[in-house]
């Protein structure tokens, strides 16, 4: 946005598997950049299921915003639990590949 960086995103691979990762700034939300993300986004979650199968993570439950952007994006919401030193909720969300493309597609941001 303007020449600065206003999301940064990836995937990260350990011994569990492949974990994708989003890192905004608030610019994000205002800039009418949200949806060419999550458009974008899509593509590559579909690229990154195929190529590691199940993608899984966690997302810091009061993290609404995000939350949204990872419904959109086709993913599912699972088990809520504390984590961390500080014991705060955080809501555990995966894709798998054959059971959630078609959802991915008719996905919408503002659900």
Same mark, same amino acid.
């Given at each position: 946005? =303007?020449?600065?960086?206003?999301?940064? +995103?990836?995937?990260?691979?350990?011994? @569990? /598997?492949?974990?994708? +990762?989003?890192?905004? *700034?608030? @610019?994000? %939300?205002?800039?009418?950049?949200?949806?060419?993300?999550?458009? !974008?986004?899509?593509?590559?979650?579909?690229?990154?299921?195929?190529? !590691? /199968?199940?993608?899984?993570?966690?997302? !810091? *439950? =009061?993290?609404?915003?995000?939350?949204? +952007?990872?419904?959109?994006?086709?993913?599912?919401?699972?088990?809520?639990? =504390?984590? /961390?030193?500080?014991?705060?909720? +955080?809501? @555990?969300?995966? !894709?798998?590949?054959?059971?959630?493309? /078609?959802?991915? %597609?008719?996905?919408?941001?503002?659900?």
């Amino acid at each position: 946005l =303007k020449d600065k960086p206003v999301a940064l +995103f990836g995937i990260g691979l350990d011994a @569990e /598997g492949a974990h994708p +990762f989003l890192l905004t *700034t608030p @610019e994000v %939300r205002s800039s009418g950049l949200s949806r060419f993300i999550v458009q !974008y986004g899509r593509g590559q979650v579909i690229r990154w299921g195929m190529m !590691y /199968g199940t993608l899984t993570n966690v997302v !810091y *439950t =009061k993290n609404h915003h995000h939350i949204r +952007f990872i419904r959109a994006l086709g993913f599912t919401l699972g088990d809520t639990r =504390k984590r /961390g030193p500080l014991l705060l909720p +955080f809501t @555990e969300f995966s !894709y798998v590949p054959s059971s959630t493309r /078609g959802s991915a %597609r008719n996905a919408r941001v503002g659900r």
